[in-house]
């Protein structure tokens, strides 16, 4: 659960993994937040989807979400659970390897980008290879817990008896 570093002004020019056809990547907007918040909580729970509603408290909005006819398969966010932040995100399991995450990763790297920032941390990182590969982004010493040291977990394993 390390937090990594991502170079803005050096993003790769091209995506290592090209987006599958028919699936398109956009800035979220406020009608969208009560399709998109329960379908992240359903997917990946209740944490995330309480950094969606965050994510979705401003205009524009810290979200993008993938399509694949007509659905939502994938989101992404930034800067909520701290400024300068990615994440959290995730994809739909059956649409893995199609590029998506990589995509979504790219839009919300290149908004932080546009928004001023030079870099930006993944926040507690499960698969640094894929972020290592996408975007470069190196391991950033000490960080673990970083800034979810004080946090309660919102789906804690039942107590034992
Ligand atoms: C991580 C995640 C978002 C990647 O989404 P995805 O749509 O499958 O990723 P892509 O198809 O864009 O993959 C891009 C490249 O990264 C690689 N990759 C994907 N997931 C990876 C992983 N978990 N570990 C290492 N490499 C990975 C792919 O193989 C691909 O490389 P290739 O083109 O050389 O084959 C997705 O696996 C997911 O939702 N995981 C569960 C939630 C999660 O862990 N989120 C991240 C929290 S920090």
């Not at 995509?103 to 926040?123: P, Q």
Request: charged content about 20%; aromatic content about 10%.
């Amino acid at each position: 659960m390390t937090d990594m570093l991502v170079r803005l002004y050096a993003l790769p020019a091209q995506p290592r993994s090209p987006l599958a056809d028919g699936i398109g990547i956009h800035r979220a907007m406020a009608p969208e937040r009560r399709l998109v918040v329960p379908w992240i909580e359903q997917t990946f729970g209740s944490g995330w989807a309480g950094e969606a509603e965050a994510a979705f408290a401003s205009t524009p909005t810290r979200m993008h979400i993938a399509v694949f006819q007509d659905r939502i398969v994938g989101f992404a966010c930034h800067d909520v659970t701290a400024l300068g932040f990615f994440g959290p995100t995730g994809v739909d399991e059956a649409m893995r390897g199609r590029g998506i995450g990589e995509a979504l990763l790219r839009e919300s790297l290149t908004a932080m980008r546009n928004a001023g920032y030079g870099y930006a941390i993944i926040g507690g990182v499960g698969p640094a290879d894929f972020y290592r590969r996408a975007v470069g982004a190196i391991e950033i010493p000490d960080s673990t817990p970083g800034i979810y040291a004080e946090m309660l977990f919102p789906d804690p394993l039942p107590a034992e008896h």
